[in-house]
C-alpha cells in the first residue's frame, strides 16, 4: 500500500508539474509567434451573386496556401457598386459580431461607392455547455486563434483585386470584432499589408476579465476560474499585447453604461491605443442588432462612417 501510495503520489505532482509547466508556456511564449500563420496563397472560389441596381454582392470561400491558418476554408460576404469599371476602391474589412458576413453587413446600409468585405467568423452559432464545451475546448481555441491569419489573407486578397484601392484598405471591428481587430492588425502589418484607418467599437483589453464580468458567466460558480483559463488559453489574442504594437489612426467608441464591457477594461483600451486617435463615449449601453438596440447600432455605424469618409478612408 506504501507503494501504491508513493506512486499515486508521483503521479499527481507529475501532472501538476506538466500543468504547471504548460501553464508557463502559454502565458510565456510571444503572443504573436503563436498565432497560425496566414497562408501565402489562396484560390477564392465564389458561392453565389446577387445583383441589384447599385451593388453585386457575392459570398465566397479562399482556400488553399501553404499557412496553417486557413482550416475549411475563409468565408467571406463581398458587396460592389454595380458599375464599377476600371475605378479603384476604398475597401472597408468589417468584424461584426457573431455570425455570416452577410448578416453583419445588413446593418451597414448604402455602402456607397467603396468595396464592403464583411467576414464570416469560424465559430459554431450554437455553444454547448457543460461536459460537451470542455470536450471542446481544443477545437474552439484553434478556430478562435486563426482568426487573426484568416482575416490577414483576406486583406492580401482583397488588395490584389483589380477594383481595390490598396492603399485604402480599413478595418472595422464592432464588439467581439473589435476585440480581435488589434490581434488582426498587428498580423497584417508583420505580413506587410498596413491598415489605413481603423474604427475600434465596444471593445476592451482583459479577455478573460470580460468573459467572467458577462452576465451569463458572473451567474455561474467557477466564473472567475474561467475567466483566468481564458486568459491563459486565449493569450495570443489578447489586445492589451498587440495595441502597443500598431500604427495607423484610430477611431475608438465605448459606451457610458456598457453592461459587457466594464469601464476599467474600455479605460485601458483607450489608454493602449496608440495616437493619433479619436476617442467617443456615447451615452446607452451595448451596440447589438436587437429591437432596443438598433437605433444605437445605426447612430455608431454613422459615426464610423462619418469619422471614415473626413479621414479620407471611404468614398461616398
Given at each position: 500500500m506504501g507503494l501504491t501510495f508513493k506512486l499515486g503520489g508521483g503521479f499527481i505532482f507529475a501532472v501538476a508539474g506538466l500543468m504547471i509547466a504548460t501553464g508557463a508556456w502559454l502565458w510565456l511564449r510571444d503572443p504573436l509567434q503563436a498565432l497560425p500563420e496566414p497562408p501565402r496563397h489562396v484560390l477564392a472560389a465564389q458561392l453565389s451573386e446577387t445583383e441589384t441596381l447599385d451593388r453585386i454582392e457575392r459570398t465566397m470561400t479562399l482556400r488553399g496556401?501553404?499557412?496553417?491558418?486557413?482550416?475549411?476554408?475563409?468565408?467571406?460576404?463581398?458587396?460592389?457598386?454595380?458599375?464599377?469599371?476600371?475605378?479603384?476602391?476604398?475597401?472597408?474589412?468589417?468584424?461584426?459580431g457573431l455570425g455570416?458576413?452577410?448578416?453583419?453587413?445588413?446593418?451597414?446600409?448604402?455602402?456607397g461607392r467603396n468595396a464592403?468585405?464583411?467576414?464570416?467568423?469560424?465559430?459554431?452559432l450554437?455553444?454547448?455547455?457543460?461536459?460537451?464545451?470542455?470536450?471542446?475546448?481544443p477545437d474552439f481555441r484553434a478556430r478562435l486563434l486563426a482568426i487573426p491569419a484568416q482575416v490577414t489573407a483576406a486583406i492580401a486578397w482583397a488588395k490584389k483585386q483589380p477594383w481595390a484601392d490598396p492603399d485604402r484598405v480599413s478595418l472595422l471591428g464592432f464588439s467581439l470584432g473589435a476585440l480581435?481587430?488589434?490581434?488582426?492588425?498587428?498580423?497584417?502589418?508583420?505580413?506587410?499589408?498596413a491598415l489605413y484607418r481603423t474604427v475600434l467599437a465596444y471593445g476592451g483589453v482583459g479577455l478573460g476579465d470580460l468573459l467572467a464580468h458577462h452576465p451569463r458567466i458572473r451567474a455561474l460558480p467557477g466564473g472567475e476560474a474561467l475567466g483566468i483559463l481564458t486568459d491563459l488559453?486565449?493569450?495570443?489574442?489578447?489586445?492589451?499585447?498587440?495595441?502597443?504594437?500598431?500604427?495607423?489612426?484610430?477611431?475608438?467608441?465605448?459606451?457610458?453604461?456598457?453592461?459587457?464591457?466594464?469601464?476599467?477594461?474600455?479605460?485601458?483600451?483607450?489608454?493602449?491605443?496608440?495616437?493619433?486617435?479619436?476617442?467617443?463615449?456615447?451615452?446607452?449601453?451595448h451596440i447589438g442588432v436587437g429591437p432596443d438596440q438598433i437605433e444605437l447600432l445605426e447612430e455608431i455605424v454613422a459615426l464610423s462612417r462619418a469619422w471614415l469618409h473626413k479621414e479620407h478612408a471611404i468614398a461616398r
Open positions: 496556401g501553404t499557412g496553417n491558418g486557413i482550416g475549411n476554408g475563409i468565408g467571406l460576404f463581398v458587396s460592389l457598386p454595380a458599375n464599377t469599371t476600371t475605378e479603384r476602391l476604398p475597401v472597408i474589412i468589417l468584424l461584426g455570416t458576413g452577410a448578416k453583419n453587413a445588413r446593418y451597414v446600409p448604402k455602402p464592403l468585405i464583411a467576414y464570416d467568423w469560424p465559430m459554431p450554437y455553444i454547448p455547455t457543460g461536459l460537451s464545451l470542455a470536450a471542446q475546448i480581435v481587430a488589434p490581434a488582426v492588425q498587428r498580423m497584417a502589418e508583420k505580413h506587410g499589408h488559453l486565449l493569450r495570443p489574442l489578447e489586445p492589451a499585447l498587440h495595441l502597443p504594437h500598431l500604427r495607423g489612426r484610430f477611431l475608438v467608441i465605448t459606451g457610458y453604461d456598457d453592461m459587457f464591457i466594464p469601464h476599467r477594461a474600455s479605460a485601458r483600451l483607450h489608454a493602449l491605443v496608440p495616437e493619433p486617435k479619436t476617442i467617443i463615449a456615447r451615452d446607452g449601453g
